[in-house]
């Protein structure tokens, strides 16, 4: 495939790389005459967005205006509103009066969208490696190999890729995964099963919105068990979700986190890691809290909130986990016969340098070894690299909290778009104006 040279290839196709898809396709149909040629690679058989805890009942976290495009064109026909309009159910949402629609709503409306910009994507294919191709002493492109589903290597040429491989798994280091022990990201995929053998305990570590969701599907779904939760708060934290804190995830607060100093930028993120990271929605909490209540009024004890408390030490064997839990506040430590333990530990970002492989080499970094990122979440590389590589969905470093978030989806695909453009007419320039020294 390397004798098409594409203007993008995009490495996963999660949310962020779709808006991508969108904003292409819908430039693309303004301006044919100059179009951007491109293709997404994504190593899932279809479009899927943790699939594992599209909980029944679980909703987004983010208002549904903060789709995939309307920040960026409110009038865009791949808004959210238009997939309701779509699905004939927009008259119903309305009456719902909620900001906030269920996540598999949500995920439907990524399927939807995916569905319609399906030529610009190729599935089953995992990116391995990305090499530069250099021209006159210059990396003119980039080469992204890639394994199809028959495993073979399969090269697509770019002039500029953008990475957006999504978030993974955290589990603690000592944290083996097995059929027993695995992180909360594949709650709905092992639920089945876990119920069919019958289970008398399912322990829970980690006390964010993930934790405590699993907590209260575990407690729904498994009437006969018991649900033990560990964490080492007093209780579960609430998001802040208040107008003046929301600020932090608006566009114009990217501006200016990028330019801030480092302490200011460490001082934000540390004021704000209440409205995303370790906290719960209210009202979830306060449903645990009424579960909780109701069994001790009733003696019939399932919910085991294990607040101010740890996990020191795990030992699986063929019929359970043994789990040692200790109460700080006193030492005491108690272990617990698990037929499940769930980490719901969170996510990190994935080493984009890594993946790059050799094209690695040409791109800066900071200090501490992080991605050096431009404005328009650029990869800063050496001077005499002319192909371009983007981040969506990296470390917060460079652009703040929303970087990995869906908040600002739609208007960072814009600023990428909007950068890809202004390179491809720069380059439009310069070979004319090498056509013209040549003539």
Not at 290 to 308: C, F, K, M, Q, W
Request: with cysteine; hydrophobic share 40%; aromatic share 8%.
């Amino acid at each position: 495939m390397t004798s098409e040279v594409f203007d993008l290839v995009g490495i996963g196709f999660g949310p962020s790389n779709l808006a991508l898809a969108i904003a292409v396709d819908e430039h693309n149909r303004r301006r044919p005459d100059a179009g951007l040629r491109a293709v997404f690679l994504e190593k899932q058989a279809a479009f899927g967005w943790h699939r594992g805890m599209l909980i029944d009942d679980a909703t987004m976290q983010v208002s549904f205006l903060k789709d995939l495009v309307t920040m960026r064109d409110p009038a865009s026909d791949f808004s959210f509103l238009c997939y309701l309009r779509d699905r004939d159910r927009l008259a119903d949402f309305i009456n719902h009066k909620t900001m906030f629609p269920l996540r598999t709503e949500f995920h439907d409306y990524f399927e939807w969208a995916a569905a319609r910009v399906v030529d610009q994507v190729r599935y089953g294919t995992e990116v391995v490696s990305v090499r530069p191709v250099e021209v006159d002493g210059e990396v003119a492109w980039f080469d992204v190999l890639a394994k199809d589903g028959d495993d073979a290597i399969v090269t697509c040429r770019a002039r500029n890729i953008v990475v957006a491989t999504g978030l993974r798994p955290r589990l603690p280091p000592d944290a083996v995964p097995s059929d027993r022990v695995w992180h909360n990201i594949e709650l709905m995929h092992r639920i089945g099963d876990l119920a069919a053998a019958d289970p008398r305990r399912v322990l829970v570590v980690g006390a964010g919105q993930s934790g405590a969701e699993t907590v209260a599907e575990l407690h729904t779904a498994l009437p006969q068990a018991r649900v033990s939760a560990v964490f080492a708060r007093y209780g579960y934290a609430p998001a802040d979700d208040s107008p003046f804190a929301n600020r932090i995830f608006d566009p114009l607060a990217v501006d200016h986190f990028y330019t801030a100093s480092a302490d200011v930028k460490r001082m934000l993120l540390d004021y704000h890691r209440n409205t995303n990271y370790s906290v719960v929605d209210i009202d979830l909490i306060e449903d645990l809290y009424r579960r909780e209540y109701r069994e001790r009024v009733t003696g019939r004890r399932r919910l085991d909130i294990r607040n101010a408390s740890r996990v020191t030490y795990t030992r699986e064997t063929d019929d359970a986990v043994y789990v040692t839990v200790e109460f700080l506040p006193t030492g005491e430590t108690e272990t617990l016969e698990c037929d499940a333990v769930v980490y719901a530990t969170g996510f990190h970002s994935a080493d984009v340098f890594e993946l790059l492989g050799r094209a690695a080499a040409v791109c800066e970094r900071e200090p501490d070894g992080r991605p050096a990122l431009a404005r328009d979440y650029r990869l800063r590389t050496a001077p005499r690299v002319r192909a371009g590589i983007y981040l969506q969905g990296g470390p917060e470093h460079a652009h703040g909290i929303t970087a990995t978030l869906l908040s600002n989806t739609a208007v960072r695909v814009g600023e990428i778009l909007e950068s890809l453009l202004r390179k491809e007419s720069e380059r439009e320039e310069r070979t004319a104006a090498y056509a013209a020294l040549r003539s």
